[in-house]
């Protein structure tokens, strides 16, 4: 479980009125839920990840991961959480066997398991064909492969996907999908943090519509049609930005 109660985070602007980048956030994700945290760039979904994380401290409100807080007890909620970020990158010199492993043991795995789970992902993932090449050798598809590997190694409940198909092409995005669908039969909490809203209306069960660090809408995609009379997750985003564009004409 993961539950965010009014986590709020304001950054002070020397000269400038300060920043909420997120504005009294509060919602919920059960096991085996993929939630969908939805919106344009800048709308505060990096921001709340990195306080999830225990990466950056709320100015306001907690959000809790299997009942630990990510202010009083961080390192606890790290151990808690796999993280899949497009930005992240492989030790070049390390093969993906040598650094599942180094991840592992960051982790505190038992050394009698580290082999079971990397078979186990080895074959979740179709890693076997490269899993002793150096990683400076392997094509993007293959890193993104051992990235998501990476972040399931330890097992954790919750899992946070930041931007996972960005830059990557039809077959990759694929092998996304694929992967949310396991995490969502192992039982995983799953939040997919992105702007690509078609794509997440494919692979989410529930979605949140940040706008403006605000969460505007919240709901199965059936609940927020009724609810903004819009069919798509992108018409519903275009209504919002009409009316803010309204408000502040």
């Not at 092998?175 to 192992?186: A, K, Q």
Request: with cysteine; hydrophobic share 40%; net charge negative.
């Amino acid at each position: 479980m993961l539950q965010l109660t009014e986590l709020t985070k304001t950054f002070t602007r020397p000269g400038e009125s300060d920043l909420v980048a997120v504005n009294k956030l509060s919602f919920e994700v059960a096991a085996g839920e993929v939630y969908g945290l939805l919106g344009p760039n800048g709308a505060g979904k990096t921001t709340t990840l990195r306080m999830v994380l225990g990466l950056l401290k709320p100015t306001s409100g907690d959000a809790c991961v299997e009942g630990h807080s990510a202010t009083t007890d961080p390192e606890e909620v790290k151990r808690q959480i796999g993280l899949v970020s497009a930005s992240a990158g492989l030790y070049q010199w390390l093969t993906p066997r040598e650094m599942l492993y180094f991840f592992a043991d960051l982790y505190s795995v038992p050394q009698e398991q580290i082999e079971v789970k990397l078979q186990s992902l080895a074959d979740l993932l179709d890693l076997r064909r490269f899993l002793d090449q150096r990683s400076s050798t392997l094509s993007t598809g293959q890193k993104q492969r051992v990235n998501l590997a990476r972040a399931l190694i330890h097992d954790p409940p919750v899992m946070l996907l930041d931007e996972p198909t960005r830059g990557l092409d039809i077959v990759g995005t694929k092998v996304i999908f694929d992967y949310v669908g396991h995490l969502r039969d192992m039982g995983k909490t799953v939040i997919v943090c992105t702007h690509r809203l078609d794509e997440a209306e494919r692979i989410c069960d529930r979605f949140g519509l940040l706008y403006f660090g605000r969460l505007k809408y919240e709901g199965t995609i059936q609940a927020l049609r009724e609810e903004t009379g819009e069919k798509s997750l992108v018409d519903m985003f275009l209504k919002l930005m009409q009316e803010k564009q309204t408000m502040t004409a």
